[in-house]
């Protein structure tokens, strides 16, 4: 499954960016996240709990940033397993300054199996453009 996304925000990138690598800021906005605790270099372990239909189960797995390059872009690759099945993920996010702003580009793909794959299948897109927005939301009101 593919995801995209675009998010403006009224700040420069630097301040998108130290956002974007603030582990207590994305732990915060993360929808269902339990926590987000860093295990070596650009690398997280993160617990999260959440739900696609009527399957609710709680994550565990790794987030790791790489090709960081100040305040421009960054990788993303996650991996994650549940008693409901497992994700693994990557991404690219870039920032670009717009209108007096910052214009954040995210590009990735993602793959779901187990329970909460077949169960929620078709529900595995709009689920993550939701769970994108509200981060990227409450990101742009922590910089308010």
Known sequence: MDILGSYQFDAPPQEVWDLLVDTDAVAACLPGCESLVPIDENTYRAALTMGIAAITGRYEGTIKMK????????????????????VTGSGAINLTAADGGTQVSVAGTVQVGGTIARVGQRLLGSVSKMMMDRFFTCLRKRLT
Not at 67 to 86: H, I, M, N, T, W
């Open 67 to 86: 090709d960081l390059e100040p305040p421009v872009s960054y990788q993303l690759a996650v991996e994650g397993r549940g008693k409901q099945g497992f």
